[in-house]
């Protein structure tokens, strides 16, 4: 994985949930394909994440069936994560302001 800020993955897996309920390997692979490649998530560091969301519940997960008839856990974001993400988004984007301006070239 790319080095994340710390909570950043929640983030990024409870916006990925916004979309629809995927099991885990599928949310790797959409983070990498709307990353463009730019995120690739572990899956060690993948199902730390998605327990950490289950315990504060942030996700609710089912058992399933895949496509090719395999045993499948499926997330899905519920409304105290679609509110924890509004919490987080905000916070990445004045953290992510302050950096750029930090890193803003210095006028002479």
Known sequence: MNTLLP???EMLILQ???RKSLHGYAIVQSIQQV???L???EEGSLYP???RLLREGWVAAEWGMSAR???????RITPA?????QREVSSFEKALLGISRVLRPVEL
């Open 69 to 75: 008839n395999r045993r499948v856990r499926t997330y």
């Open 16 to 18: 990925t949930l916004t």
């Open 35 to 37: 990353s463009e490649d």
């Open 49 to 51: 994440a998605l327990q």
């Open 81 to 85: 994560g679609r509110k924890q993400l």
């Open 39 to 41: 995120l690739q998530i």
């Open 7 to 9: 909570g950043t993955l």
